[in-house]
């Protein structure tokens, strides 16, 4: 027990202690905090759908018509009508011939890989890749290459070496910290020259990126079925929660029989999968809200240009603002605080040493004055530290 004062302290000494804020709003683009609006700037609620009154009655109709629990797993008798209905749906979205939904995007990583690849197959990761890509690889017993970011040159080169096994790529298609994109063609090719199965994280991506918010697949061109594993998530910009994996009819039934992380738990509730179908459809019916979201994303990166802050390579709504310095990082969240502003610091181990930042997030639902009201904020606090 004294060990773990000890590690808490050890934290808190390095400034790397956290602890969650307590938000008693709806999720949207304020929210509240011990009584008072705070402008939220580091939600991945995208297209402001996770506080859509039309994501919540559907939640509700579902759970009047079938209760809250599921009670079993997916293959016990977990898999109600509307588990099906919801892959239906992702189906539909992403012009895969199947897809299955597991309780959430890490879930999803997690178990597909291990049920694509095991002992004597080999694994490669961009060094950037979410960490339920990396604990996925290491439970899976491949064995592990990391490549350098987007370095698709060093991934072949990984690539061409002797080996035996399956071979299987996974990488983010749009990176968490960095907001800047896997060049996607690239690996596509490199993977089907050297017959290695290529997987993408379209975690923030999906109803983002695309001109029909398909993700970054569809954004450069690839034609859903050329790459064999999609992954997303329904709890950024759907708006929900759940992780999802579109491909093949094969690939499909691969997870059901194989993925642990889908078999050894619990079905999601009704009312979640009702939210994530009633997510998809705006996505697929408002394009206006991907619109606006990157009409402040324009707007955003434009303004932190003009004012001399470096926000390093990114295409995307992730922006973030590198400080550098992990104490004057945590200051400047702190300064935005005051101002009403939430964009929590992001430190190391998270980020690279030397590389503390902010983190912003536009999204759909902000207005041009919420983001002139940041821009301004930050021009004034930034240049005090
Ligand atoms: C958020 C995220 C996940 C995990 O998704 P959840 O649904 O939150 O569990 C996986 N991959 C990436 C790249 C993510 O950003």
Redesign the pocket.
Known sequence: MSGWRKTLDDLAEAGLLRRPLIIESRQGPRVRIDGADYLCFCS?NYLGLAGHPALAEAAKAAADQYGTGTGASRLVSGTMRIHRELEDAVVRFKGTEAAIVFP????A?VGTIQALVGRGDTVYCDRL??A??FDGCRLSGATLRVYPHRDVDRLRRLLGRKREGRALVVT?TVF?MDGDLAPLPDLAEVCERHGAMLML?E??ATGVLGENGRGAAEHFGIEPGRVPVVMG????AVGS???YVAGSRDLADLLVNKARSFIYTTALPPAVCAASVAGLRIIEEEPERRAALWARTRQLHDGLRERGFDIGPTETPITPVIVGDSAQAVELSQRLFEHHILAPAIRPPTVPDGAARLRLTPMATHTAENVQHVLAALASQGRKL
């Open positions: 991945n959430t995007g890490y879930m990583n890749n979410h339920s890509i983010d968490s994280d975690a923030h998530t329904l709890s950024k929660l759940g992780g």
